[in-house]
Protein backbone atom coordinates (compact mmCIF):
# COMPACT_ATOMS: atom_id res chain seq x y z
CA UNK A 1 0.00 0.00 0.00
CA UNK A 2 1.82 3.05 -0.79
CA UNK A 3 2.45 5.22 2.27
CA UNK A 4 0.01 8.49 0.72
CA UNK A 5 -2.97 6.20 1.52
CA UNK A 6 -2.41 6.06 4.99
CA UNK A 7 -2.58 9.89 5.23
CA UNK A 8 -5.60 11.52 7.46
CA UNK A 9 -7.18 13.43 4.45
CA UNK A 10 -6.80 16.77 6.28
CA UNK A 11 -3.05 16.40 7.11
CA UNK A 12 -1.05 19.57 4.93
CA UNK A 13 0.63 18.11 1.77
CA UNK A 14 3.64 19.19 0.17
CA UNK A 15 5.62 19.23 -2.86
CA UNK A 16 8.66 17.17 -3.71
CA UNK A 17 10.13 21.15 -3.61
CA UNK A 18 8.51 21.66 -0.46
CA UNK A 19 5.45 23.40 -1.59
CA UNK A 20 2.48 23.65 0.24
CA UNK A 21 -0.53 22.10 -1.64
CA UNK A 22 -3.69 24.55 -1.25
CA UNK A 23 -6.07 22.39 1.14
CA UNK A 24 -9.24 23.07 -0.79
CA UNK A 25 -11.58 21.55 1.51
CA UNK A 26 -11.11 24.24 3.89
CA UNK A 27 -14.73 25.44 3.21
CA UNK A 28 -16.18 22.64 4.91
CA UNK A 29 -13.84 22.85 7.88
CA UNK A 30 -14.70 24.52 11.29
CA UNK A 31 -15.42 28.09 11.12
CA UNK A 32 -13.49 30.14 13.77
CA UNK A 33 -14.56 33.84 13.35
CA UNK A 34 -14.62 36.68 11.04
CA UNK A 35 -12.91 39.96 11.29
CA UNK A 36 -13.53 43.54 9.17
CA UNK A 37 -10.59 45.20 8.70
CA UNK A 38 -8.59 43.89 11.57
CA UNK A 39 -5.60 46.36 12.23
CA UNK A 40 -2.71 45.90 14.37
CA UNK A 41 -0.63 49.02 13.70
CA UNK A 42 -1.46 52.19 14.09
CA UNK A 43 -1.41 53.49 10.46
CA UNK A 44 -3.45 54.25 8.52
CA UNK A 45 -6.44 52.26 6.78
CA UNK A 46 -6.28 50.77 3.61
CA UNK A 47 -9.03 51.77 0.96
CA UNK A 48 -10.75 48.34 0.13
CA UNK A 49 -12.41 46.81 3.12
CA UNK A 50 -11.63 43.16 4.02
CA UNK A 51 -13.40 40.65 5.61
CA UNK A 52 -11.07 37.86 7.33
CA UNK A 53 -12.73 34.63 8.00
CA UNK A 54 -10.40 31.65 9.56
CA UNK A 55 -11.33 28.05 9.23
CA UNK A 56 -9.55 24.56 11.27
CA UNK A 57 -9.49 21.14 10.19
CA UNK A 58 -11.83 19.74 11.97
CA UNK A 59 -9.62 16.73 13.49
CA UNK A 60 -7.59 19.92 15.33
CA UNK A 61 -10.34 21.40 16.37
CA UNK A 62 -11.65 18.40 18.04
CA UNK A 63 -8.29 17.57 19.71
CA UNK A 64 -8.44 21.91 20.89
CA UNK A 65 -12.12 21.61 22.70
CA UNK A 66 -10.16 18.53 24.43
CA UNK A 67 -6.70 19.80 25.52
CA UNK A 68 -6.85 23.46 24.83
CA UNK A 69 -3.84 23.83 22.70
CA UNK A 70 -3.21 22.24 18.90
CA UNK A 71 -2.14 19.07 17.62
CA UNK A 72 0.45 18.57 15.15
CA UNK A 73 -0.42 18.82 11.57
CA UNK A 74 -3.20 21.43 12.50
CA UNK A 75 -3.99 23.77 9.20
CA UNK A 76 -5.70 26.99 9.74
CA UNK A 77 -6.68 29.14 6.79
CA UNK A 78 -7.39 32.91 6.83
CA UNK A 79 -9.27 33.29 3.80
CA UNK A 80 -9.67 37.34 2.79
CA UNK A 81 -12.52 38.06 0.90
CA UNK A 82 -13.65 42.14 0.01
CA UNK A 83 -16.52 43.74 1.88
CA UNK A 84 -19.64 44.94 -0.23
CA UNK A 85 -21.44 47.49 1.21
CA UNK A 86 -24.21 47.80 -1.91
CA UNK A 87 -26.73 45.52 -3.69
CA UNK A 88 -29.38 43.49 -3.26
CA UNK A 89 -31.56 44.82 -0.50
CA UNK A 90 -28.45 46.32 1.39
CA UNK A 91 -29.19 49.74 2.71
CA UNK A 92 -26.07 49.36 5.18
CA UNK A 93 -23.24 47.46 6.60
CA UNK A 94 -21.09 45.28 4.81
CA UNK A 95 -21.28 41.76 3.70
CA UNK A 96 -19.01 39.28 1.86
CA UNK A 97 -17.67 39.17 -1.44
CA UNK A 98 -15.15 37.90 -3.57
CA UNK A 99 -11.95 36.40 -2.51
CA UNK A 100 -9.16 38.43 -2.51
CA UNK A 101 -6.29 35.59 -1.45
CA UNK A 102 -5.71 33.52 1.69
CA UNK A 103 -3.08 32.75 4.50
CA UNK A 104 -2.00 29.11 5.80
CA UNK A 105 -0.35 28.70 9.01
CA UNK A 106 0.24 24.88 9.30
CA UNK A 107 1.98 23.38 12.66
CA UNK A 108 4.53 20.67 11.19
CA UNK A 109 7.16 19.92 13.69
CA UNK A 110 9.03 17.06 11.90
CA UNK A 111 9.50 19.87 9.12
CA UNK A 112 9.28 23.67 10.36
CA UNK A 113 11.65 25.32 13.26
CA UNK A 114 9.51 26.57 16.43
CA UNK A 115 7.22 23.97 15.14
CA UNK A 116 4.72 26.54 12.82
CA UNK A 117 4.82 27.69 9.20
CA UNK A 118 3.15 30.48 7.00
CA UNK A 119 2.52 30.09 3.33
CA UNK A 120 -0.03 33.19 1.56
CA UNK A 121 -2.15 31.57 -1.82
CA UNK A 122 -2.86 33.97 -4.25
CA UNK A 123 -4.86 31.18 -5.66
CA UNK A 124 -4.96 27.19 -5.39
CA UNK A 125 -1.34 26.83 -6.52
CA UNK A 126 1.22 25.66 -4.26
CA UNK A 127 2.62 27.75 -2.33
CA UNK A 128 6.22 28.80 -1.31
CA UNK A 129 6.63 29.01 2.50
CA UNK A 130 6.89 32.45 3.56
CA UNK A 131 10.40 33.42 5.07
CA UNK A 132 11.22 33.16 8.38
CA UNK A 133 12.03 36.79 8.77
CA UNK A 134 8.07 37.95 8.07
CA UNK A 135 6.62 39.63 10.71
CA UNK A 136 3.96 37.52 10.98
CA UNK A 137 5.93 34.98 12.91
CA UNK A 138 7.26 37.37 15.64
CA UNK A 139 3.55 39.22 16.10
CA UNK A 140 2.38 35.52 16.66
CA UNK A 141 5.06 34.19 18.58
CA UNK A 142 4.82 37.59 20.52
CA UNK A 143 1.13 38.13 21.27
CA UNK A 144 -0.92 34.89 20.47
CA UNK A 145 -2.83 33.44 23.06
CA UNK A 146 -2.11 29.83 22.41
CA UNK A 147 0.71 28.25 20.80
CA UNK A 148 1.49 31.11 18.39
CA UNK A 149 -2.04 31.57 17.74
CA UNK A 150 -4.75 33.87 18.15
CA UNK A 151 -7.24 32.65 19.89
CA UNK A 152 -8.41 35.35 21.36
CA UNK A 153 -10.14 36.23 18.28
CA UNK A 154 -11.76 32.93 18.42
CA UNK A 155 -14.97 33.55 20.64
CA UNK A 156 -15.39 29.58 21.06
CA UNK A 157 -11.89 28.37 21.76
CA UNK A 158 -10.83 31.28 24.01
CA UNK A 159 -12.84 29.98 27.29
CA UNK A 160 -11.18 26.60 26.65
CA UNK A 161 -7.77 28.09 26.85
CA UNK A 162 -8.57 29.66 29.52
CA UNK A 163 -10.02 26.16 31.37
CA UNK A 164 -7.04 24.40 30.55
CA UNK A 165 -4.71 26.81 31.16
CA UNK A 166 -2.72 27.18 28.03
CA UNK A 167 -2.43 30.83 27.22
CA UNK A 168 1.48 31.45 26.00
CA UNK A 169 3.28 33.78 28.62
CA UNK A 170 3.67 36.70 25.91
CA UNK A 171 -0.11 36.97 25.62
CA UNK A 172 -0.47 36.64 29.58
CA UNK A 173 1.88 39.48 29.79
CA UNK A 174 -0.27 41.78 27.15
CA UNK A 175 -3.22 41.31 29.26
CA UNK A 176 -1.46 42.41 32.65
CA UNK A 177 -0.33 45.61 30.90
CA UNK A 178 -3.57 46.04 29.04
CA UNK A 179 -5.43 45.38 33.48
CA UNK A 180 -2.60 47.91 34.54
CA UNK A 181 -3.66 50.83 32.00
CA UNK A 182 -7.06 50.72 32.90
CA UNK B 1 -35.53 0.14 17.68
CA UNK B 2 -37.32 3.50 18.79
CA UNK B 3 -37.88 5.82 15.84
CA UNK B 4 -35.42 8.65 17.10
CA UNK B 5 -32.57 6.47 16.48
CA UNK B 6 -33.67 6.70 12.43
CA UNK B 7 -33.76 10.40 12.05
CA UNK B 8 -30.07 11.77 11.04
CA UNK B 9 -28.71 13.42 13.40
CA UNK B 10 -28.56 17.24 12.18
CA UNK B 11 -32.08 17.07 11.28
CA UNK B 12 -34.55 19.39 12.74
CA UNK B 13 -36.08 18.13 16.08
CA UNK B 14 -39.19 19.72 18.22
CA UNK B 15 -40.72 19.57 21.66
CA UNK B 16 -44.09 17.98 21.93
CA UNK B 17 -45.47 21.64 22.10
CA UNK B 18 -44.11 21.96 18.67
CA UNK B 19 -41.00 24.56 19.58
CA UNK B 20 -37.94 24.25 17.67
CA UNK B 21 -35.31 22.07 19.83
CA UNK B 22 -31.60 24.19 19.68
CA UNK B 23 -29.27 22.79 17.20
CA UNK B 24 -26.48 22.83 19.28
CA UNK B 25 -23.95 21.48 16.54
CA UNK B 26 -24.19 24.00 14.75
CA UNK B 27 -20.61 25.29 15.27
CA UNK B 28 -19.31 22.51 13.34
CA UNK B 29 -21.51 22.83 10.20
CA UNK B 30 -20.88 24.90 7.14
CA UNK B 31 -20.14 28.41 7.45
CA UNK B 32 -22.10 30.49 4.40
CA UNK B 33 -20.65 33.92 5.68
CA UNK B 34 -20.40 36.49 7.91
CA UNK B 35 -21.57 40.18 7.66
CA UNK B 36 -20.91 43.36 9.90
CA UNK B 37 -24.08 45.73 10.80
CA UNK B 38 -26.17 44.87 7.12
CA UNK B 39 -29.26 46.83 7.10
CA UNK B 40 -32.08 46.57 4.96
CA UNK B 41 -33.83 49.82 5.85
CA UNK B 42 -32.79 53.32 5.35
CA UNK B 43 -33.39 53.74 9.42
CA UNK B 44 -31.01 54.61 11.88
CA UNK B 45 -28.08 52.06 12.81
CA UNK B 46 -28.28 50.37 16.18
CA UNK B 47 -25.75 51.30 18.76
CA UNK B 48 -23.80 48.13 19.15
CA UNK B 49 -22.24 46.96 16.35
CA UNK B 50 -23.14 43.14 15.38
CA UNK B 51 -21.56 40.16 13.13
CA UNK B 52 -23.84 37.60 11.91
CA UNK B 53 -22.75 34.48 11.55
CA UNK B 54 -24.45 32.03 9.16
CA UNK B 55 -24.33 27.82 8.90
CA UNK B 56 -26.22 25.34 7.12
CA UNK B 57 -26.41 21.66 8.31
CA UNK B 58 -23.41 19.69 5.99
CA UNK B 59 -26.01 17.35 4.50
CA UNK B 60 -28.24 20.29 3.19
CA UNK B 61 -24.72 22.06 1.84
CA UNK B 62 -23.72 19.35 0.06
CA UNK B 63 -27.32 19.30 -1.76
CA UNK B 64 -26.73 22.87 -2.59
CA UNK B 65 -23.75 21.97 -4.51
CA UNK B 66 -25.58 19.22 -6.70
CA UNK B 67 -29.34 21.30 -7.15
CA UNK B 68 -28.49 24.57 -6.38
CA UNK B 69 -31.43 24.46 -4.04
CA UNK B 70 -32.55 23.56 -0.59
CA UNK B 71 -33.68 19.89 0.16
CA UNK B 72 -36.22 19.30 2.97
CA UNK B 73 -35.24 19.20 6.51
CA UNK B 74 -32.23 22.20 5.95
CA UNK B 75 -31.29 24.42 8.90
CA UNK B 76 -29.68 27.81 8.60
CA UNK B 77 -28.53 29.24 11.65
CA UNK B 78 -28.22 32.86 11.79
CA UNK B 79 -25.82 33.72 14.60
CA UNK B 80 -25.73 37.30 16.31
CA UNK B 81 -22.26 38.80 18.43
CA UNK B 82 -21.50 41.49 19.31
CA UNK B 83 -18.44 43.41 17.45
CA UNK B 84 -15.61 44.22 19.58
CA UNK B 85 -12.83 47.16 18.98
CA UNK B 86 -10.67 47.13 21.49
CA UNK B 87 -8.33 44.40 23.13
CA UNK B 88 -5.28 42.73 22.56
CA UNK B 89 -3.20 44.22 20.14
CA UNK B 90 -6.51 45.47 18.21
CA UNK B 91 -5.27 49.13 16.40
CA UNK B 92 -8.25 49.04 14.28
CA UNK B 93 -11.82 47.06 12.69
CA UNK B 94 -13.82 44.44 14.42
CA UNK B 95 -13.67 40.80 15.78
CA UNK B 96 -16.07 38.64 16.99
CA UNK B 97 -17.30 38.66 21.21
CA UNK B 98 -20.17 36.89 22.81
CA UNK B 99 -23.40 35.57 21.18
CA UNK B 100 -25.84 38.14 21.21
CA UNK B 101 -28.81 35.64 20.06
CA UNK B 102 -29.43 33.02 17.60
CA UNK B 103 -32.38 33.17 14.61
CA UNK B 104 -33.02 29.65 12.89
CA UNK B 105 -34.22 29.13 9.33
CA UNK B 106 -35.88 25.88 9.00
CA UNK B 107 -37.36 24.26 5.72
CA UNK B 108 -39.92 21.31 7.11
CA UNK B 109 -42.36 20.99 4.39
CA UNK B 110 -44.74 18.48 6.13
CA UNK B 111 -45.14 20.99 9.03
CA UNK B 112 -45.06 24.19 7.98
CA UNK B 113 -47.17 26.38 5.14
CA UNK B 114 -44.71 27.80 2.39
CA UNK B 115 -42.29 24.72 3.44
CA UNK B 116 -40.21 27.31 5.86
CA UNK B 117 -40.14 28.66 9.20
CA UNK B 118 -38.23 30.93 11.51
CA UNK B 119 -37.31 30.59 15.39
CA UNK B 120 -35.94 32.88 17.82
CA UNK B 121 -33.42 32.06 20.48
CA UNK B 122 -32.24 33.84 23.00
CA UNK B 123 -30.64 31.05 24.65
CA UNK B 124 -30.17 27.31 24.00
CA UNK B 125 -33.86 26.61 25.34
CA UNK B 126 -36.33 25.29 22.86
CA UNK B 127 -38.10 28.09 21.21
CA UNK B 128 -41.64 28.83 19.36
CA UNK B 129 -42.01 29.28 15.89
CA UNK B 130 -41.93 33.31 15.14
CA UNK B 131 -45.21 34.27 13.90
CA UNK B 132 -46.10 34.18 10.27
CA UNK B 133 -46.69 37.79 10.26
CA UNK B 134 -43.27 39.15 10.79
CA UNK B 135 -41.74 40.99 8.68
CA UNK B 136 -39.09 38.16 7.64
CA UNK B 137 -40.92 36.17 5.89
CA UNK B 138 -42.31 38.45 3.68
CA UNK B 139 -38.61 39.77 3.21
CA UNK B 140 -37.66 36.47 2.45
CA UNK B 141 -40.56 35.53 0.31
CA UNK B 142 -40.21 38.32 -1.96
CA UNK B 143 -35.94 38.89 -2.10
CA UNK B 144 -34.15 36.18 -1.24
CA UNK B 145 -32.45 34.63 -4.32
CA UNK B 146 -33.07 31.09 -3.96
CA UNK B 147 -36.43 29.15 -1.87
CA UNK B 148 -36.81 32.41 0.69
CA UNK B 149 -33.31 32.40 1.00
CA UNK B 150 -30.56 35.02 0.82
CA UNK B 151 -28.39 33.28 -1.29
CA UNK B 152 -27.52 36.71 -2.64
CA UNK B 153 -24.62 37.27 0.40
CA UNK B 154 -23.05 33.72 0.55
CA UNK B 155 -20.27 33.71 -1.62
CA UNK B 156 -19.87 30.37 -2.16
CA UNK B 157 -23.44 29.04 -3.25
CA UNK B 158 -24.48 32.18 -5.20
CA UNK B 159 -22.41 30.62 -8.65
CA UNK B 160 -23.65 27.25 -8.28
CA UNK B 161 -27.50 28.70 -8.01
CA UNK B 162 -26.42 31.14 -11.05
CA UNK B 163 -24.88 27.84 -12.82
CA UNK B 164 -28.14 25.55 -11.70
CA UNK B 165 -30.64 28.67 -12.40
CA UNK B 166 -32.61 28.51 -9.18
CA UNK B 167 -33.14 32.29 -8.79
CA UNK B 168 -36.57 33.17 -7.16
CA UNK B 169 -38.79 35.25 -9.21
CA UNK B 170 -38.75 37.84 -7.00
CA UNK B 171 -34.89 38.47 -7.14
CA UNK B 172 -34.50 38.63 -10.52
CA UNK B 173 -37.14 41.46 -10.45
CA UNK B 174 -34.91 42.58 -7.99
CA UNK B 175 -31.55 42.20 -10.14
CA UNK B 176 -33.38 43.78 -13.76
CA UNK B 177 -34.44 47.10 -11.39
CA UNK B 178 -30.89 47.91 -10.01
CA UNK B 179 -29.14 47.16 -13.50
CA UNK B 180 -31.78 49.78 -15.17
CA UNK B 181 -31.06 52.31 -12.63
CA UNK B 182 -27.38 51.93 -13.52
Given at each position: ??LR???P????S ?5 N??FP?A ?11 D ?9 GQ ?5 V ?5 S ?16 V????T??DSGS????GH??S???H???H?K??AR?K?G ?11 A??I ?9 HQ???A??T????F????LP ?10 G???D??K ?5
Amino acid sequence: MPLRAQTPVNDPSYTTGGNLVFPKAYRKWVFLSSGLDMAYLPSARPGQSTFTNVFVNPESYDAFLQTGTWPDKTTLVLEVRTAADSGSIIRGGHYQSDVAHTEVHVKDTARFKGGWAFFGFADEAPAQMIPRNATCYSCHQDHGAVDTTFVQFYPTLLPIARDKKTFGAGYLADETKATQQH
